[in-house]
């Protein structure tokens, strides 16, 4: 039986059973963003939880139906498209049925906030992401300025605040801080796959039309203009109100006798405008916060990531105050704040969710890039308490096979080992399944207003899937790399006489001091590195002077060579 959650009274909290005013165009193309399988089992849940069961329309009530027992008589229905073989056509006529059949009125604000999750574990790849890490500040002088040169220096000395959530309080706390700001509905869930906290947020704006300039398309004030009369405004407010519990006024709708005055009804009432989701990603005792990259000057996103900032200063005061037996009031703990401070090593977006809870989650991967990834998945030393009948010699087929055909020259066989060794470093790679360092694939759901499961769904992106098994893909894609090299003449040639080139150095005049050369190599692609290494493969480039720079090691950020020496860009 599923734990009965508090309601939160408060009129910025958008109801989960507001219907939008959207077209049937529009939800037919949010319906067909989810694969087969996730729509059918997404519908299945919606016909069995309260929040999202249909209501039954005049005739279906004279038929004795009843909310429960029509969703019954629906879920039979649902249960026949299952003998559809094939999954298109099966789709497609789900989506019809959804249109017509089950939904005919819209879906509401739940339902719209399920399949936007939903697809973000089905396609990885369809949003980009950021990342922030949150910091312990004890006084605003903690702050460093944006144009501070040693602003870096003085973010690290920071003390990292590990989330660690009571779900329920964090989420009455933040829905409550935010709806004081924008009407909003917010969804939290879990990801089925990772440990990793989803949090859809929806804004809204709304206006009002004013009466006696009903029949204007132009006209349209905002609850905040001064022109607005007390009258009106108290009549937007009882308006606004309806719309908040989703109720509609019966004695408006008997008086509209043609589609003139439905319409002059309609812009009458209340407009809401919803702005782009907004997601936020809370890896599971992690200082990390993964989300939407900001557009602009957003005043929506600030306001979030400060209702954030707000939440988790409230939530380390409850916790410190409990361990220290200290009083809420204590002046130690009120001046204490959580501050979110962007991530410099992800200079631009990363679009794929996987990449980034890699970079930015638990798992070891993200600090043992490129040759060093057989460390961090125990290929060179397995723990203690490491599984080893799951070593590679034991299993072969968990892996993917870098070694080179039977049918390959010697010459070429040599050169895929050695690629594969400094853009892998070992000859199997790991498959995806085993990337996330997340066995547990328990699959629950949390809500704003209730808690229900969203359908467990091992389907993934064919895409994303073919990419991860693919022999030079890498375990993190890299859209965008840049270095700057500076060098001089040489030293470059001495380098390469130390690699045993036969290149001779020219000649030139010991007395004049020779200045040093500068360049930048920007590279771009769904996987540089994985590209690099296809190239060495190839003979596009040699692999066996590619510094260890150029095989992905030093992560998403690039760096600065300076005479062969890399260094990370601050």
């Not at 001089?488 to 030139?508: D, E």
Request: overall charge positive; aromatic content about 8%; some cysteine.
């Amino acid at each position: 039986m599923l734990p009965r959650k508090r309601k939160l009274s408060n009129s910025g909290i958008l109801s989960n059973s507001y219907i939008p005013p959207l077209s049937a165009a529009q939800i037919e193309r949010e319906l067909q963003k989810l694969p087969p399988d996730s729509l059918y089992s997404l519908t299945h849940v919606w016909l069995s939880i309260p929040a999202t069961k249909p209501l039954p329309d005049a005739n279906q009530k004279k038929q004795g139906y009843t909310k429960d027992s029509l969703s019954r008589e629906l879920l039979k229905k649902l249960e026949l498209l299952k003998n559809i073989k094939v999954k298109i056509n099966m789709k497609k006529k789900l989506v019809n049925t959804i249109l017509v059949e089950f939904y005919p009125r819209g879906l509401n604000t739940l339902q719209l906030a399920q399949i936007d999750v939903q697809l973000l574990v089905d396609k990885p790849s369809v949003n980009s992401w950021v990342s922030s890490t949150a910091k312990i500040v004890s006084s605003t002088s903690d702050i460093p300025e944006e144009g501070d040169k040693m602003r870096e220096k003085k973010l690290n000395q920071l003390s990292n605040y590990t989330i660690s959530l009571d779900s329920q309080l964090f989420l009455d706390n933040f829905v409550l801080n935010l709806s004081n700001l924008f009407l909003t509905h917010v969804y939290i869930s879990r990801h089925p796959h990772y440990p990793l906290i989803l949090i859809r947020v929806q804004m809204y704006n709304y206006s009002y039309r004013r009466p006696d300039d009903s029949t204007s398309s132009t006209i349209i004030s905002d609850l905040t203009n001064s022109s607005l009369d007390r009258t009106a405004k108290l009549k937007f407010e009882q308006d606004f109100q309806r719309i908040v519990s989703n109720k509609t006024d019966s004695k408006r709708g008997k008086a509209a006798t043609n589609g003139v005055q439905r319409q002059i009804q309609i812009q009458n009432k209340p407009q809401i405008t919803p702005h782009k989701p907004f997601y936020i990603l809370l890896p599971i005792s992690s200082p990390h916060v993964i989300h939407t990259p900001p557009v602009g000057d957003s005043v929506g996103t600030k306001l979030i990531l400060q209702t954030l900032e707000t939440t988790l200063s409230y939530t380390n005061v409850q916790r410190e105050a409990q361990k220290g037996n200290i009083g809420l009031n204590s002046s130690i703990l009120t001046k204490t704040k959580i501050k979110i401070f962007p991530d410099s090593d992800v200079p631009t977006p990363i679009r794929n969710l996987d990449a980034i809870f890699t970079l930015k989650g638990i798992s070891r991967f993200g600090s043992s890039m490129g040759p060093w990834i057989p460390y961090a998945d125990d290929l060179v030393d397995m723990g203690v308490l490491g599984n080893e009948l799951r070593h590679q010699i034991l299993q072969p087929e968990q892996f993917v096979d870098l070694s080179p055909g039977a049918e390959s020259d010697p010459e070429h066989a040599e050169r895929e080992k050695v690629a594969a060794l400094k853009f892998k470093g070992c000859m199997r790679k790991t498959k995806s399944k085993e990337l996330s360092n997340a066995k547990n694939k328990e699959n629950y759901e949390h809500d704003t207003q209730g808690e229900y499961d969203i359908p467990n769904n091992d389907q993934v992106d064919d895409g994303a899937r073919e990419a991860v098994n693919d022999i030079y893909a890498s375990i993190v894609p890299i859209h965008e790399c840049n270095f700057e090299i500076e060098d001089t003449l040489s030293q470059f040639f001495s380098q390469r006489k130390r690699k045993g080139t036969t290149q001779r150095k020219p000649k030139r005049d010991p007395a004049a001091r020779e200045p040093p050369f500068r360049f930048k190599m920007s590279f771009f692609g769904s996987d540089v590195f994985g590209g690099l290494h296809e190239l060495a493969v190839n003979e596009y480039v040699n692999p066996y002077e590619t510094p260890d720079w150029l095989t992905g090691e030093s992560g998403t950020l690039g760096g600065v060579v300076k005479n062969g020496r890399f260094r990370k860009k601050t």
